[in-house]
């Protein structure tokens, strides 16, 4: 699994276009469990809308982004990430290097989302995130990064460092659409 906005699964695009799956797929000539990226959506138009023939091509014609990430692909990826994971994590140990678990941390809001008052932020495209290139985090997802960071240190030397407050950072975020409350100007 490939965790940015950047990366769409097939099964989030046939739901928002509101076509099955393996219907999508078929007409894509991808998987069902593959991913196509932000690059690749004015093509994937232009197949559904039958202006241009399919299938979807494994490089986008606009740029030199690939069009499709295949399921093995992403679980290879996945795969070598979590292991090089691994080792910095024990290396981290074996020298008493305080190590912030920003891992986990995607993990969790890919599958969970993020609560920001009343909203849900989540990892997908304009989901508050990501920002426009779908792999950059936005003013609040690096404030959630620098959180985490917030946290650990605290945890690990007894500081009291205040943490950034997520509220205030997504109500004056431009890409956080649906804005939690009124924003503040400094």
């Known amino acids: 699994m490939i965790e940015t906005a950047y990366f769409i ?3 989030k695009l046939a739901e928002e276009e509101g076509v099955d799956v393996d219907l999508l797929a078929e007409d894509l000539g991808i998987g069902a469990s593959d991913f196509v990226t932000i690059s690749a959506i004015p093509t ?4 559904l809308t039958n202006s241009q023939p ?10 030199a982004a690939p069009c499709v990430v295949t399921a093995a692909q992403a679980a ?13 994590a024990a290396q981290a140990l074996a020298h008493g ?6 891992f986990s941390l995607a993990d969790d809001i890919y599958a969970n989302g993020y609560q920001v008052g009343d909203v849900k932020l989540t990892a997908d495209f304009l989901g508050g995130l990501y920002s426009l290139d779908g792999l950059h985090p936005t003013d609040t997802g ?12 605290n945890t690990s030397f007894g500081t009291r460092i205040v943490p ?18 009124p924003c503040r100007t400094f």
Do not use: K, W
């Not at 994937?44 to 197949?47: D, H, P, Y």
């Not at 979590?82 to 910095?88: E, F, I, K, M, W």
């Open 164 to 181: 950034a407050s997520i509220e205030e950072i997504a109500a004056c975020d431009p890409l956080v659409l649906a804005h939690p409350s």
């Open 9 to 11: 699964p097939v099964s």
């Open 54 to 63: 399919g299938p979807l091509s494994s490089a986008c014609p606009a740029s």
């Open 44 to 47: 994937v138009e232009a197949i």
């Open 142 to 153: 690096y404030g959630i990064l620098a959180n985490a960071f917030i946290h650990q240190i």
């Open 76 to 88: 290879l990826v996945r795969e070598v990430t979590t292991g090089l994971n691994g080792l910095v």
């Open 97 to 102: 290097v305080v190590l912030v678990d920003l």
